[in-house]
């Protein structure tokens, strides 16, 4: 069993940075992917970026591309979401996940661990 703590959330101001950081513990294997989601009220959940395990291999959510930064230490098991010029819209609670690529870009339901999630909030 993979257990995913977040850490970074908070509240900021429209254009400023804020760092995401999740570290995962228990049956960890090699080569998992992980990466986030975000929820937003009322919304579904929905994907941010995701990381292979040597930090080769990134994907984006186009709402995020160019804007956000997804890091991993190569073989280390914490991954780094950098969040920078953050909008209103990116307000929601971000959710660490572990798995293969599929199940982050194609579907969510083959995630293998979620984290609790951590609050960003972007306020105008």
């Known amino acids: 069993q993979v257990r995913l703590q977040e850490s970074g959330g908070g509240l900021v101001q429209v254009g400023d940075s804020l760092g995401l950081s999740c570290v995962a513990s228990g049956r960890t294997t090699r080569n998992f992917v992980m990466g986030w989601f975000r929820q937003a009220p009322l919304k579904e959940r929905e994907f941010v970026a995701a990381i292979n395990w040597s930090g080769g291999r990134t994907e984006y959510a186009d709402s995020v591309r160019g804007r956000f930064t997804i890091s991993r230490e190569n073989g280390e098991n914490t991954v780094y979401l950098q969040m920078n010029n953050l909008k209103p819209e990116d307000t929601a609670i971000y959710y660490c996940?572990?798995?293969?690529?599929?199940?982050?870009?194609?579907?969510?339901?083959?995630?293998?661990?979620w984290g609790l999630g951590t609050q960003v909030t972007v306020s105008s």
């Open positions: 996940a572990v798995g293969l690529f599929q199940a982050f870009t194609i579907n969510q339901a083959l995630i293998d661990a």
